[in-house]
Structures are given as structure tokens and as C-alpha cells.
């Protein structure tokens, strides 16, 4: 291995060669040897060579292989030839002693050095050192004097002794080098794996980063780099009952499916969890659109486990560069916008980034800020809306339905800030304030009458939900058994491992189930099997049409009879006619709800429809 000399300085090879004049002067001067004269002459000569010839090729330095390198080897090589012979010629023609002491230190001295300087290069060492020293040794041995002949042997020691330093200074460096080499090797093998996602084996979000910029800045006039974001739509569900290992698997094979259909030179990555993002060049939105498709249908092709198969979808956003954004960084966030739309609008379909899609988002955040107020500012109140018994036509419990003032704006509908205070997170100490405010309202009405309160999927997922709301139920002494909870089929549908648990925790103390909204989503029979539902509301849109033969009506009396099947209560939610309400009574609703009876009231006006509904005093009208 060769390693390098530190022979690259030009001030070394200067301040030697001085001090070799400085010691060889005195022999010429002391000698008057036309011989020795003529190799002091040289060795000025080669060294002002070396010198210049250093300056003018100075930027070829170091490069290995280079004329220049081997011109220096050459002039290093024959200046310790000339500085031996100095000191051979100094013993051979006995010069006066001062200056013969003079020619022989610079020859030791100059050999003692190479062996130092180029020990990473040891046959160039090798020869500077023998060049140096053989002509003095041989003259030394011709001498017939002990104290010259001395020289002899003293000179073949101190070349075995620098031969061994050079030695092991070369193997220092060599294994140091060595390591540095290996280092360098393991940082750079360190760096390609930092890039890569252990589970896909596709770029991770570093290595899509890393990507992205390259890309975006090699992109030609023209042409449009696409990123398409993909989210897998439920992969928490398949994690969740399935196991990791499966969801591992099932990100593998997305990957694979992904690589495989997006075009080529297109860059896949895994950008955590179960996002993806494709970047890829085209010219035209129509080209995207027609990748962005084909992913799509690729993602949703079932999946084969075991013997089972898998239905897995996905939604996409995608933006374009430069379209979209002047920097990777903008359309990154569009794309992300434009996912979120996707997701929003019902997942399993793409949508390209729109500035339209900014503007809502800025409304949301608005809102979402102003809701906070809302709370702190108590302009949220809650109101009860009655729900009858179809059959004896009275109250039998009360919906908590949230309602919101604004100062400015007027009544702002919970279809409106609901969806934005769970995405926002606010729904938590919402939802919490609700279920306390209802219950203290409802501990004032009669024992029969049950509270009705709706559950946000997020109230559920919260650490210690459920503790929470028999905390709200015991400080406002309401017994759990006149609770129930109204859950979408939403709220099982992205279930974690909270939900079981959650409803098992609060059905064991004795609060109610309903299963809300019953017919809009995928209506699954599974989970009225699984959960401790004791009873469905149908949704109104099944409930409005007031043809009584038609298709909705006849869905309504088969809810009604599975649910009498399974012992369970069915609820006609949205009743506004006399018409509707006959229908769903004929089909075998057993209770109802809907403007016909009542809206939504202040807790002080559903204590008067209780009042009047029994006959009895209320409190205003005991204290009047
Ligand atoms: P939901 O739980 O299905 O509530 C019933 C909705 O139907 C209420 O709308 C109610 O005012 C409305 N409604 C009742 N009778 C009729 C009728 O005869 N005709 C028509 N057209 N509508 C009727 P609201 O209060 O606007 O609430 C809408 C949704 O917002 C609720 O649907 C519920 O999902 C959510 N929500 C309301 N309050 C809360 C709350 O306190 N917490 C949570 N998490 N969600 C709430
Ligand atoms: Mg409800
Ligand atoms: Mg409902």
C-alpha cells in the first residue's frame, strides 16, 4: 500500500537544500577539489530545479502517477546521491577534519530524514537512505585510519536502525489509514441506509427528500414534476386486528405494487406509516392523472392472506411543480392539502391541489381558533331534543345537541364545527363539557327519563375516556343507567384498541348504547352482534320520504324487525309529518324524534315539556 510522502512542501526541500550548501561550502572552499566542487554545484543545481519546478506545477501536488511526482522522485533520488558523494569524497580525499565532520553530518542527516519523511513511500526512504549513506560507507571502509574506517560499520547500523523505523512508521500509518478507509466505507454504506425504509426497501422521507431536490432542480423548462401522496384508507383497522406483522406485510406488498406501476425513473418512497409519496415528471395533468389512476386501482386490488383476501384502498392528493408552488416544500404542502380533501370528500379517490383548497383550510383553522374562544367565552350552549315513545306518545329521553351563537356570525350549525373540532382535537375538552353540562340538567328530571349524548370517535380514542365520563356522571349524580351514548358506525369503523374496552367499561356500570345514524354508512350487522347496542337510530334520510311503499320505507321495516329479532329499540330519527310518523309506526319504529314533536330546546324548556307532559309544576312556576 502506498501511502504518501509529507515531502510536499516546498519550504522542506528549500530549508534542506541550504542546509546541505551551508555544510558542503566549507569542503569546497577548505579542499579546492574540482570533483568536490562540481557536486556541490549539482546539488545547488538540482535543488533550485526541484524548487522552481515545484512552483510551476504546484497544482499537480500530491496527484499520484503525474510527470510531476516522478520528476520530483527523480531529484530527491539524485540529490542524495550528490549528498553522498559529498561525504564520500570528503573522507576519501581527507579534507580538513571540520569540514569533512560537516559533509558527513548532512549525508546522516539527510538519510535519518528520508527515513521520517517518506516512510509511507518505503522504497523511496529505502533508496534516499542507501544513495546517502553507501558512498560514505564504502569510502569509510577504504580508509586505513580507525576513526574514518569506524564510519563503515556505524553507517550499515544506522541504516538497519532507520530501515526499521521507516518500517513501523509505515505500518502506523498504513493501519490508520486502514481504519479512516473503512470508516469512510461504513459512513458512506451508514448514509445509503439512512435513505432507505427498513420495512419497503423504499426511500424513506430522508431519502425522498434528498431526491426531491435533485429533482426539482434538474427539471426542464416545460415539464412538470408530480407528487402524488398517497394514504391508505383504514391501515390502522388491519394493524390493529391483524397484527404488525401483517400490517408490515401489507405495506410491503403496496410498495412493491407501487414500484411496479409508477412509471419509470419515477421516484416511490415511503414517507412514514402508511403514506406514500410517487414524484414523477410529465408533461401534461391529463399523463398525471392517468399514473395517479393506475396506482390507484393497483392499491386497491385485494391482497391474498393466507387463504383470505384483503380489501385495502387508498386516497391520493397531488400537486405539481411548478404549478402548484415555486418550491418542493409548497407543492409538498399542497399535495398534502389536496390529500387531506381527498380524505375528507370520502377517501378511495385522488384530488389534485386547488388554491380553493387553501382557502378552506385557512376557514377551518379560523374556526377552529374561535371555537376555543367560543368555549372559554361560554357562547356554546347545550340543547335537548325530546324522543317519544311511538306508542304511548311520551318522552322518553332527551338528545344532547351541542349549539354554538357567535357573536357576529349567529347560530353556527354543529355539521359545521363538529367535523373541525375533531380534526383540530378541540371535540376532547368539547365533548367532556357537554357530557358534564347534560348530565347536571338531566339529574333534574324524572328517574325515567334517559340522557341521550353523542360520542365523537376521538372522546372515545382519549386515554381513560371512559373514566371520564363516569367521573362527569358521579359529580352530577346522575345514575349510568340513564346515560346513552350515541355512536356512529364511524366511530367503530376507525376504532383502535380503546373502543372495546371503552364500551365494555362503561356497559358494565350501566350505561346505554345507541348506534347512531343508523343506514348511512356501511350498516354492518357485525357490529350490533359485537357491541353492546341496545338500540338503532335510523337516519332520517330513510325516514323523509313519506311514500310508505317505497324502497326507503321498506328498509325501515327491516330494521325495525331485525331489530325486534335482537331485542333491540328502534328509533325514527328526523320526523316531521303526521305521514312519516304513521310509517315508521306501521313499519315497527318504537320510538321517534324529529321536529313534528319537538326541536332541539333549552334545558329550561325540556324541564316545561316534561312538566306538561305529566302534569306537573315546574321549578319557574313553583317559585312564580
Ligand atoms: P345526530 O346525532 O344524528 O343528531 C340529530 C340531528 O338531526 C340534529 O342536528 C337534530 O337537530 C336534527 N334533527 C332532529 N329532528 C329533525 C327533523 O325533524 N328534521 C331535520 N331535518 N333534522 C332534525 P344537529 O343538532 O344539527 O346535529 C347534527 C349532528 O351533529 C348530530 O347528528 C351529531 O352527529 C352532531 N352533534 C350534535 N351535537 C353534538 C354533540 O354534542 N357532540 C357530538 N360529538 N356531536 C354532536
Ligand atoms: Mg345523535
Ligand atoms: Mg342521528
Same mark, same amino acid.
Not at 519550504?11 to 561550502?25: H, Q
Not at 569533512?100 to 529505502?126: D, E, K, M, W
Not at 392528493?317 to 399542497?334: F, N
Given at each position: 500500500?502506498?501511502?504518501?510522502?509529507?515531502?510536499?512542501?516546498?519550504?522542506?526541500?528549500?530549508?534542506?537544500?541550504?542546509?546541505?550548501?551551508?555544510?558542503?561550502?566549507?569542503?569546497?572552499?577548505?579542499?579546492?577539489?574540482?570533483?568536490?566542487?562540481?557536486?556541490?554545484?549539482?546539488?545547488?543545481?538540482?535543488?533550485?530545479?526541484?524548487?522552481?519546478?515545484?512552483?510551476?506545477?504546484?497544482?499537480?501536488?500530491?496527484?499520484?502517477?503525474?510527470?510531476?511526482?516522478?520528476?520530483?522522485?527523480?531529484?530527491?533520488?539524485?540529490?542524495?546521491?550528490?549528498?553522498?558523494?559529498?561525504?564520500?569524497?570528503?573522507?576519501?580525499?581527507?579534507?580538513?577534519?571540520?569540514?569533512?565532520?560537516?559533509?558527513?553530518?548532512?549525508?546522516?542527516?539527510?538519510?535519518?530524514?528520508?527515513?521520517?519523511?517518506?516512510?509511507?513511500?518505503?522504497?523511496?526512504?529505502?533508496?534516499?537512505?542507501?544513495?546517502?549513506?553507501?558512498?560514505?560507507?564504502?569510502?569509510?571502509?577504504?580508509?586505513?585510519?580507525?576513526?574514518?574506517?569506524?564510519?563503515?560499520?556505524?553507517?550499515?547500523?544506522?541504516?538497519?536502525?532507520?530501515?526499521?523505523?521507516?518500517?513501523?512508521?509505515?505500518?502506523?500509518?498504513?493501519?490508520?489509514?486502514?481504519?479512516?478507509?473503512?470508516?469512510?466505507?461504513?459512513?458512506?454504506?451508514?448514509?445509503?441506509?439512512?435513505?432507505?425504509?427498513?420495512?419497503?426497501?423504499?426511500?424513506?422521507?430522508?431519502?425522498?427528500?434528498?431526491?426531491?431536490?435533485?429533482?426539482?432542480?434538474?427539471?426542464?423548462?416545460?415539464?412538470?414534476?408530480?407528487?402524488?401522496?398517497?394514504?391508505?384508507?383504514?391501515?390502522?383497522?388491519?394493524?390493529?386486528?391483524?397484527?404488525?406483522?401483517?400490517?408490515?406485510?401489507?405495506?410491503?406488498?403496496?410498495?412493491?405494487?407501487?414500484?411496479?406501476?409508477?412509471?419509470?425513473?419515477?421516484?416511490?418512497?415511503?414517507?412514514?406509516?402508511?403514506?406514500? %409519496?410517487?414524484?414523477? !415528471?410529465?408533461?401534461?395533468? +391529463? @399523463?398525471? $392523472?392517468?399514473?395517479?389512476?393506475? #396506482?390507484?386501482?393497483? *392499491? /386497491?386490488?385485494?391482497?391474498?392472506?393466507?387463504?383470505?383476501?384483503?380489501?385495502?384502498?387508498?386516497?391520493?392528493?397531488?400537486?405539481?411543480?411548478?404549478?402548484?408552488?415555486?418550491?418542493?416544500?409548497?407543492?409538498?404542502?399542497?399535495?398534502?392539502?389536496?390529500?387531506?380533501?381527498?380524505?375528507?370528500?370520502?377517501?378511495?379517490?385522488?384530488?389534485?391541489?386547488?388554491?380553493?383548497?387553501?382557502?378552506?383550510?385557512?376557514?377551518?383553522?379560523?374556526?377552529?381558533?374561535?371555537?376555543?374562544?367560543?368555549?372559554?367565552?361560554?357562547?356554546?350552549?347545550?340543547?335537548?331534543?325530546?324522543?317519544?315513545?311511538?306508542?304511548?306518545?311520551?318522552?322518553?329521553?332527551?338528545?344532547?345537541?351541542?349549539?354554538?351563537?357567535?357573536?357576529?356570525?349567529?347560530? %353556527?350549525?354543529?355539521? !359545521?364545527?363538529?367535523?373541525? +373540532? @375533531?380534526? $383540530?382535537?378541540?371535540?376532547?375538552? #368539547?365533548?367532556?363539557? *357537554? /357530557?358534564?353540562?347534560?348530565?347536571?340538567?338531566?339529574?333534574?328530571?324524572?328517574?325515567?327519563?334517559?340522557?341521550?349524548?353523542?360520542?365523537?370517535?376521538?372522546?372515545?380514542?382519549?386515554?381513560?375516556?371512559?373514566?371520564?365520563?363516569?367521573?362527569?356522571?358521579?359529580?352530577?349524580?346522575?345514575?349510568?343507567?340513564?346515560?346513552?351514548?350515541?355512536?356512529?358506525?364511524?366511530?367503530?369503523?376507525?376504532?383502535?384498541?380503546?373502543?372495546?374496552?371503552?364500551?365494555?367499561?362503561?356497559?358494565?356500570?350501566?350505561?346505554?348504547?345507541?348506534?347512531?345514524?343508523?343506514?348511512?354508512?356501511?350498516?354492518?350487522?357485525?357490529?350490533?352482534?359485537?357491541?353492546?347496542?341496545?338500540?338503532?337510530?335510523?337516519?332520517?334520510?330513510?325516514?323523509?320520504?313519506?311514500?310508505?311503499?317505497?324502497?326507503?320505507?321498506?328498509?325501515?321495516?327491516?330494521?325495525?324487525?331485525?331489530?325486534?329479532?335482537?331485542?333491540?329499540?328502534?328509533?325514527?330519527?328526523?320526523?316531521?309529518?303526521?305521514?312519516?310518523?304513521?310509517?315508521?309506526?306501521?313499519?315497527?319504529?318504537?320510538?321517534?324524534?324529529?321536529?313534528?314533536?319537538?326541536?332541539?330546546?333549552?334545558?329550561?324548556?325540556?324541564?316545561?315539556?316534561?312538566?306538561?307532559?305529566?302534569?306537573?309544576?315546574?321549578?319557574?312556576?313553583?317559585?312564580?
Amino acid at each position: 500500500m502506498q501511502v504518501g510522502s509529507v515531502n510536499s512542501q516546498v519550504v522542506t526541500i528549500a530549508l534542506s537544500s541550504i542546509c546541505g550548501l551551508l555544510l558542503g561550502l566549507p569542503a569546497v572552499f577548505d579542499a579546492h577539489r574540482p570533483l568536490l566542487t562540481a557536486v556541490v554545484v549539482a546539488m545547488a543545481a538540482v535543488a533550485i530545479t526541484r524548487v522552481s519546478l515545484y512552483k510551476t506545477l504546484e497544482r499537480f501536488v500530491g496527484s499520484e502517477n503525474h510527470p510531476f511526482e516522478r520528476l520530483q522522485a527523480v531529484g530527491a533520488i539524485t540529490y542524495a546521491l550528490l549528498s553522498g558523494m559529498l561525504a564520500a569524497l570528503a573522507i576519501a580525499y581527507q579534507i580538513p577534519a571540520a569540514a569533512r565532520t560537516s559533509a558527513v553530518v548532512y549525508a546522516v542527516g539527510f538519510s535519518a530524514s528520508a527515513a521520517a519523511r517518506h516512510a509511507g513511500r518505503p522504497l523511496v526512504a529505502v533508496s534516499q537512505m542507501v544513495l546517502a549513506l553507501l558512498p560514505l560507507i564504502i569510502a569509510a571502509a577504504l580508509q586505513s585510519d580507525i576513526d574514518d574506517l569506524m564510519l563503515a560499520p556505524a553507517g550499515v547500523l544506522m541504516l538497519c536502525g532507520m530501515y526499521a523505523i521507516t518500517h513501523d512508521i509505515y505500518n502506523v500509518l498504513r493501519d490508520s489509514l486502514t481504519v479512516a478507509d473503512t470508516s469512510a466505507r461504513l459512513a458512506e454504506k451508514m448514509q445509503k441506509l439512512a435513505r432507505i425504509d427498513a420495512v419497503t426497501g423504499l426511500l424513506n422521507r430522508t431519502g425522498l427528500n434528498h431526491e426531491l431536490v435533485e429533482r426539482s432542480m434538474t427539471l426542464q423548462p416545460g415539464r412538470e414534476l408530480a407528487l402524488i401522496w398517497i394514504d391508505l384508507d383504514h391501515f390502522k383497522e388491519v394493524n390493529d386486528t391483524l397484527g404488525h406483522q401483517w400490517g408490515d406485510r401489507l405495506l410491503c406488498e403496496v410498495g412493491i405494487r407501487l414500484r411496479k406501476s409508477a412509471p419509470p425513473g419515477a421516484c416511490v418512497a415511503r414517507f412514514g406509516g402508511d403514506e406514500f %409519496i410517487i414524484a414523477c !415528471e410529465a408533461n401534461t395533468r +391529463a @399523463e398525471v $392523472t392517468d399514473i395517479a389512476q393506475r #396506482l390507484l386501482a393497483e *392499491i /386497491t386490488r385485494p391482497m391474498r392472506r393466507d387463504n383470505q383476501l384483503l380489501e385495502v384502498s387508498g386516497s391520493m392528493g397531488i400537486a405539481v411543480l411548478p404549478e402548484d408552488g415555486e418550491d418542493i416544500d409548497t407543492v409538498m404542502q399542497a399535495a398534502d392539502l389536496a390529500l387531506y380533501h381527498a380524505k375528507l370528500n370520502g377517501r378511495k379517490q385522488l384530488s389534485f391541489f386547488t388554491p380553493a383548497m387553501t382557502r378552506a383550510l385557512k376557514h377551518r383553522k379560523d374556526m377552529e381558533a374561535e371555537l376555543r374562544r367560543a368555549l372559554r367565552r361560554d357562547e356554546l350552549t347545550v340543547h335537548y331534543q325530546p324522543i317519544f315513545d311511538l306508542a304511548s306518545g311520551r318522552i322518553r329521553a332527551f338528545e344532547a345537541l351541542v349549539r354554538w351563537y357567535h357573536p357576529q356570525r349567529g347560530e %353556527i350549525t354543529p355539521d !359545521e364545527f363538529i367535523p373541525v +373540532a @375533531e380534526e $383540530t382535537g378541540a371535540i376532547i375538552t #368539547l365533548g367532556n363539557w *357537554i /357530557t358534564a353540562q347534560a348530565a347536571r340538567v338531566a339529574a333534574t328530571w324524572p328517574e325515567d327519563i334517559i340522557l341521550a349524548v353523542n360520542l365523537s370517535p376521538l372522546q372515545i380514542r382519549a386515554p381513560g375516556a371512559a373514566l371520564g365520563i363516569l367521573a362527569a356522571l358521579r359529580e352530577a349524580r346522575l345514575p349510568a343507567h340513564r346515560l346513552e351514548l350515541e355512536i356512529t358506525e364511524r366511530v367503530l369503523m376507525e376504532h383502535g384498541p380503546n373502543t372495546e374496552t371503552f364500551m365494555a367499561e362503561l356497559h358494565e356500570a350501566g350505561v346505554h348504547f345507541a348506534l347512531d345514524d343508523f343506514g348511512t354508512g356501511f350498516s354492518s350487522l357485525g357490529y350490533l352482534a359485537n357491541y353492546p347496542f341496545g338500540k338503532i337510530k335510523v337516519d332520517r334520510s330513510f325516514v323523509s320520504g313519506a311514500d310508505p311503499k317505497g324502497k326507503r320505507a321498506a328498509i325501515v321495516r327491516a330494521i325495525s324487525s331485525m331489530g325486534r329479532a335482537l331485542g333491540l329499540e328502534v328509533v325514527a330519527e328526523g320526523l316531521e309529518t303526521e305521514q312519516q310518523i304513521a310509517a315508521v309506526r306501521e313499519a315497527g319504529c318504537t320510538l321517534g324524534q324529529g321536529w313534528y314533536f319537538s326541536r332541539a330546546v333549552s334545558a329550561e324548556e325540556a324541564t316545561r315539556l316534561i312538566a306538561a307532559e305529566r302534569g306537573m309544576l315546574t321549578p319557574a312556576q313553583l317559585t312564580a
